[in-house]
């Protein structure tokens, strides 16, 4: 039984036991890997992501009041709170994401009615899989399905066609985004949202975060395995990280007087080498090199090219280790571990970094034969095992009414 199939069977069943009754609509939204461009969004920059098969699934239907009701499964709890007047929770963070994506749909959309829903999901959580972007997504994609906030025609959604649908995506995207920065108050850039409502089966997906342009470049046929590997190191510590070299970007953005980092070119930054301080200017070389080798890789794709994409996502790891300094001893032993093992194409640590996953483009029919050496590896130079997830590229974000 495929993830998303034993998923639906056990949420409907869920959602039974906790409201009675049937969902009339259900919500499945990916996780996603980061490929190329390592914090670059926030820069303006170019990233390349993959949607992946692990999934957020929200099953509910509209209420009579203006309540909603959620029960998460992972956790065994619940949030109520009214829909006209959304307030931070008490509960834990999972509800801060819920409520924050009704705050920040009402910006946009009509809050039609109340709702009781069910969440559940096989994204490894904390491990930099953007969990929470798929939980936003996934309820807001029910929200927009159940008839329970207004058509998202006010986004701009007025045929179907590709590129309409599209526009509302990256409207929703924004919006989403809004909630995690000022709701939530994670100051996270848009590659997250933007993945996992992007998404598509066989494909990386591209965008340009300061002209928001974006393309969807396939992988190749057979498309490779996306093996994450997760060292089970905790990400706390990636909170406060995370915000220090957004400061230390912007610090270099400060001295070329420009509105991102994407504005000052290589050439710029080494002329100015000697006049910038001595972490801000190695910040800033990794991020322009990200975006450097996004185009590059891009133009590999394109060209069914998959080695040498693979070859820029270790290049990209090295940056990160060595310029931007947001690898640990863990995330390097993965990958040391995962270059000695078959099928490799290519590896970096995902996200934020400093801990949880790394991403590995491996061959597909060499998948399961890389997971179990990568394994032994790491388990071999640290003395803990990973937890090694084969993943595919999948579709983004959808919602769907249901037979009860
Ligand atoms: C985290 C953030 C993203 C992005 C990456 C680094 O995953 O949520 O917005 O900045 O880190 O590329």
Redesign the pocket.
């Known amino acids: 039984m495929s993830s998303s199939v034993a998923l639906e069977a056990s949420i409907r069943a869920a959602f039974e036991q906790a409201f009675g009754g049937m969902p009339t609509a259900l919500a499945r939204s990916p996780g996603r890997v ?1 490929l190329l ?6 820069n303006g920059g170019l ?1 390349m992501a993959a949607a992946i098969d692990r999934f957020t699934m929200i099953a509910g239907r509209k209420a009579e009041s203006r309540r909603a009701q959620v029960h998460a499964l992972a956790f065994g709890e619940d949030d109520v709170f009214a829909v006209d007047r959304v307030e931070r929770s008490a509960a834990g963070s999972w509800s801060q994401y819920v409520r924050g994506v009704v705050w920040s749909l009402a910006e946009l959309l009509e809050i039609q009615s109340g709702f009781d829903a069910v969440i559940a999901g096989d994204i490894p959580l904390g491990a ?1 899989l ?1 969990s929470s ?1 798929s939980l936003q997504t996934a309820l807001a994609t029910f929200l927009i399905g159940a008839g329970a906030v207004s058509d998202p025609a006010a986004l701009g959604a007025h045929s179907p066609t590709t590129e309409r649908a599209d526009e509302v995506r990256m409207a929703l995207g924004q919006i989403l985004q809004r909630g995690e920065n000022e709701f939530v108050g ?1 100051a ?5 949202q933007f993945s996992v409502l992007f998404g598509r089966a066989g494909h990386a997906l591209s965008l340009d975060c300061r002209s928001l342009a974006f393309e969807r470049l396939p992988l190749g046929e057979p498309p490779p395995a996306i093996v994450v590997c997760d060292s089970k190191t905790s990400r706390r510590l ?1 909170d406060g990280m ?1 915000n220090q070299r957004r400061s230390e970007c912007e610090r270099v953005v400060k001295h070329f007087g420009v509105r991102w980092l994407r504005d000052v070119t290589l050439k710029q930054l080494h002329s100015a080498w000697q006049d910038l301080d001595s972490v801000g200017r190695l910040r800033a070389r990794h991020v322009l090199n990200e975006n450097a080798r996004v185009e590059r890789g891009a133009k590999a794709l394109k060209a069914g090219r998959l080695a040498e994409f693979g070859a820029l996502m270790s290049e990209s790891h090295r940056s990160s280790r060595d310029d931007f300094d947001n690898s640990s001893v863990e995330l390097n032993a993965l990958i040391e571990a995962a270059e000695a093992s078959p099928g490799f194409l290519g590896g970096k640590l ?4 400093w801990a949880g996953c790394t991403v590995n483009l491996v061959e597909a029919a060499k998948a399961e034969a890389f997971a179990d050496f990568v394994a032994a590896g790491y388990a071999r130079r640290t003395g803990t095992s990973p937890a090694v997830h084969v993943c595919h590229s999948a579709d983004g974000a959808f919602a769907w009414k249901c037979e009860s």
């Open positions: 980061e461009g390592n914090h670059t969004d926030y990233v930099g953007s972007a994670v996270s850039g848009l590659l997250d990636a995370y995902s996200g934020a970094g």
